[in-house]
């Protein structure tokens, strides 16, 4: 916890590979170290997150990275997944998250 306060006072933002599972339950507000059923699938969130964002965007994984920003859009599909696990739910889209991978993509579905 010590270290990720450090990273937070040198900088603004993480970059999309420095987000881990420490991260994640510090942004989720869930006790570091929660169990290993819940980091596997915070886990598998984050993971899905990042690839999602890379297939949405059409951008290299690479190109991503370059941009600090994108760790927000990341961390609220993460709390999305996390916090609403049904299938059954609102059409409503973060207009907040649109707006953040919308700036640099290179396809529109």
Do not use: C, W
Not at 15 to 31: A, G, M, T
Not at 55 to 81: C, Q
Request: hydrophobic content about 40%; glycine content about 4%; proline content about 2%.
């Amino acid at each position: 916890m010590k270290n990720l306060r450090k990273q937070r006072r040198r900088r603004k933002s993480l970059k999309i590979s420095e987000i881990n599972l420490e991260v994640v339950q510090n942004y989720l507000r869930l006790p570091i170290g929660a169990g290993s059923e819940d980091e596997m699938e915070l886990q598998m969130y984050l993971d899905a997150a990042k690839h999602y964002l890379v297939k949405y965007t059409g951008l290299t994984e690479d190109k991503i990275e370059e941009n600090e920003y994108y760790s927000i859009p990341v961390l609220m599909l993460v709390a999305e997944f996390y916090e609403n696990k049904s299938i059954k739910g609102s059409r409503y889209v973060n207009a907040i998250f649109d707006r953040f991978i919308d700036l640099d993509m290179v396809h529109h579905l």
